[in-house]
């Protein structure tokens, strides 16, 4: 499939001479790239990204402990369960 893409010349520049360090065509490398892009390896089979894949771990504060100090976290301020977290 052929495909048309502009970029500036700043980045052609650097597309150039990536492709010249793998020692490949410039159709080759972008192609490659844009492949790498949208797949995945998965038991040396290459397979679609999965979109929700990019937020895995993007919340994690590295605190193991959080579920086992639940009642601790939650009840350390004045909290009312029946009130919820509501803010006064």
Do not use: C, W
């Not at 159709?27 to 490659?32: Q, T």
Request: hydrophobic residues 35%.
């Amino acid at each position: 499939m052929d495909i048309t893409i502009s970029v500036s010349d700043e980045t052609e520049q650097i597309i150039r001479e990536k492709a010249k360090e793998n020692g490949k065509d410039i159709a080759d490398f972008v192609g490659e790239f844009i492949e790498e892009s949208f797949t995945v390896e998965n038991n040396g089979k290459r397979e679609r990204k999965h979109n929700l894949l990019k937020f895995a771990g993007m919340f994690s504060s590295g605190k193991t402990d959080t579920s086992e100090r639940m009642r601790e976290l939650l009840y350390a301020e004045d909290f009312d369960p029946a009130e919820g977290f509501s803010i006064r």
